[in-house]
């Protein structure tokens, strides 16, 4: 397909488990975003990849948080030791390129996390 | 702290009329002013993006408005269809280490009945 795809499109874990959750952005997408969407809120800022580059991680809210994206494409982030509060939409997002350009971000679908 | 406002927070209107739809930002520095429409159980999906200098921009039935001075953004939809229920999201970019930063509203939730 053309869009960002993310799986699975939904996850249940128990507590304590680790889960993993995967992007495959646009081809030729140079920036991956990774974004936090709680019931009834926006979005929220996770992490910034520009290709295999990790340039911002400051809205990872623990150090059970981790993402990568070894090879400038797909993308997975991963949860350690979840908790309740982890339960959330989580999406992707991929443009050409970020900076000083204006370009718009294209999402996933997400992955619907539920932790019980 | 940088921060996105939406107002109303839901609507509901009747098929057919128009709605418009608020946003207020407190965002330093700011890049652009874009909203997004995103439906029940899926991603967002951009409308328009503003830039400054720019005080309004269209998309079909989709009317977006920025005062930059005010730091206000609305968004009008002209002759609304059952398919624009939807959640709409103000978003602000913000430049910040290189890159266009985004911060999100909560949303107006729209229901068009028929």
């Known amino acids: 397909g053309a869009g960002v795809s993310q799986s699975p499109r939904y996850k249940v874990a128990k507590r304590g488990q680790d889960v993993a959750l995967r992007c495959d952005p646009i081809s030729g997408h140079v920036s991956l975003f990774w974004y936090q969407q709680a019931l009834g809120q926006g979005p929220e800022f996770l992490t910034y990849?520009?290709?295999?580059?990790?340039?911002?991680k400051s809205g990872l809210p623990s150090d059970r948080f981790f993402a990568e994206r070894p090879e400038g494409s797909v993308s997975t982030l991963k949860i350690q030791r979840t908790q309740q509060e982890d339960s959330a939409v989580y999406l992707c997002?991929?443009?050409?390129?970020?900076?000083?350009?204006?370009?718009?971000?294209?999402f996933g679908d997400g992955t619907r996390l539920s932790i019980l | 702290k940088n921060q996105v406002e939406q107002s109303p927070q839901s609507l509901i209107i009747l098929e057919g009329k128009n709605c418009t739809l608020q946003c207020n930002y407190t965002v330093s520095p700011f890049s652009n002013l874009r909203w997004y429409k995103q439906d029940t159980g899926r991603g967002p999906v951009s409308l328009t993006i503003?830039?400054?200098?720019?005080n309004t921009k269209s998309n079909g039935r989709y009317t977006a408005t920025l005062d930059a001075d005010t730091k206000q953004s609305s968004l009008h939809i002209t002759a609304s269809q059952l398919s624009d229920s939807a959640s709409y999201i103000c978003v602000v970019s913000s430049v910040s280490g290189g890159y266009n930063k985004l911060i999100f509203g909560a949303g107006t939730r729209l229901a068009v009945h028929p």
């Open positions: 990849f520009q290709n295999e580059a990790q340039l911002d």
């Open positions: 503003m830039t400054f200098s720019e």
């Open positions: 997002a991929s443009s050409l390129l970020q900076g000083a350009e204006v370009q718009p971000q294209h």
